[in-house]
Nanobody
Framework: QVQLVESGGGLVQAGGSLRLSCAAS????????MGWFRQAPGKEREFVAV????????YYADSVKGRFTISRDNAKNTVSLQMDSLRPEDTAVYYC???????????????????WGQGTQVTVSS
């Protein structure tokens, strides 16, 4: 099993920044993909960003491209999401997710990830 714990959410004004972190523990050697998803009230969970750990490739949703950056700290088994130029529409609960090797088409799918964190609230005020 793999356990994921997020931290770093909060309240910020539009245009501000937040940094989320996700610490993985347990059978982390089996993890090749780590990403971030978000879910706003009344909406489905959606893909935000992902990194494939062997090679560090990153992929982003169009809505966050150029504003959000996903990064990793291998020594700490941590993946972070730096969020800049935040907008009110970025308000959501943000979830960290992890999986084994995924094909490119599966990277953005919620159902592809067996491991999830508890979520952290991000609220952007206008």
């Amino acid at each position: 099993q793999v356990q994921l714990v997020e931290s770093g959410g909060g309240l910020v004004q539009a245009g501000g920044s937040l940094r989320l972190s996700c610490a993985a523990s347990g059978r982390t050697a089996s993890i090749y993909t780590m990403g971030w998803f978000r879910q706003a009230p009344g909406k489905e969970r959606e893909f935000v960003a992902v990194m494939t750990l062997p090679n560090g490739n990153t992929y982003y949703a169009d809505s966050v491209k150029g504003r959000f950056t996903i990064s990793r700290d291998n020594a700490k088994n941590t993946v972070s999401l730096q969020m800049d130029s935040l907008r009110p529409e970025d308000t959501a609960v943000y979830y960290c997710a992890a999986a084994q090797i995924l094909s490119r088409i599966d990277l953005t799918r919620v159902a592809s990830y067996p491991y999830w964190g508890q979520g952290t609230q991000v609220t952007v005020s206008s």
